[in-house]
């Protein structure tokens, strides 16, 4: 592979090498990705194989055994995920430029591939998307430039506290991308971040009373007790937003 991809020294460290004895198996794969890949698994490495970006050799008995520029693919295709959003399509482009010796297309360092948000039929979240965690992290440059706002915009939506970056980072996850764009788009009505107060103001209120109410399940003693407090917030929290969202149009109805 060219130097694009194999660059630095894939074991991280100066314990000895396993590729000095030849061919690799997964595990070995596994350790030398761990230290600058931590949620690197070998569901994931297999996942990655599926999806045509390495080719492992595989033994009579149907082990696979990975090169040096296999190790080389995977750090390649992890950074690509990792640092700049890129899906899988994208990623066998780059790859199959390399492989032809050209240089791989530039990369967007701003715009990043979004998730899209997970709605209900009728609109209104479910609670499964209540439980759904995406690793989505964007700067703050990337967040405004995919929410199509302004600095500004993003300085007073953090003011008044509609905003924030994830804990213990500097970076933005789905729901400040989802908050910022809506924001936006109540702009163009009119709506400025300091009259969305009020949002914030009853969502904190929501998230009260669902605390109170599962309190109890969260404090019992037995094993699964976090797993059925965690399934109610999320229930209980999709049922609230549907009669929240309900009422207010039941309300516009007969104003």
Not at 9 to 35: C, F
Not at 82 to 100: Q, S
Not at 208 to 214: F, I, S, T
Request: net charge neutral.
């Amino acid at each position: 592979m060219p130097s694009a991809i194999s660059g630095g020294d894939p074991a991280g460290g100066s314990r000895s090498d396993p590729r000095s004895s030849g061919r690799l198996n997964i595990g070995q794969v596994l350790d030398l990705l761990r230290a600058d890949f931590p949620t690197i698994t070998i569901p994931k490495i297999r996942f990655l194989e599926s999806e045509g970006h390495i080719k492992p050799e595989r033994t009579p008995s149907g082990y696979r055994k990975f090169s040096e520029d296999d190790v080389a693919r995977l750090r390649y295709v992890l950074t690509m995920q990792r640092d700049h959003y890129l899906p899988h399509k994208v990623i066998r482009e780059h790859l199959d430029a390399i492989d032809r010796g050209l240089e791989p297309p530039p990369i967007d360092p701003v715009v990043p591939t979004v998730p899209t948000v997970a709605l209900a039929s009728d609109g209104t979240p479910s609670a499964e998307s209540f439980a759904r965690r995406d690793q989505l992290r964007l700067s703050r440059r990337e967040l405004v430039k995919v929410a199509e706002i302004d600095e500004a915009m993003l300085d007073e939506l953090e003011q008044f506290g509609l905003v924030a970056p994830r804990t213990g980072t500097h970076h933005y996850d789905t729901d400040a991308l989802v908050i910022a764009r809506t924001a936006r788009e109540l702009a163009a009505f009119g709506l400025e971040p300091r009259h969305l107060r009020a949002f914030r103001a009853a969502a904190d209120r929501e998230v009260g009373m669902v605390q109170q109410v599962v309190a109890p399940i969260r404090g019992g003693r037995d094993a699964g007790a976090r797993d059925r407090a965690d399934a109610a917030v999320n229930e209980i929290a999709a049922l609230s937003v549907r009669l929240h969202a309900t009422l207010v149009k039941a309300g516009l109805k007969r104003s």
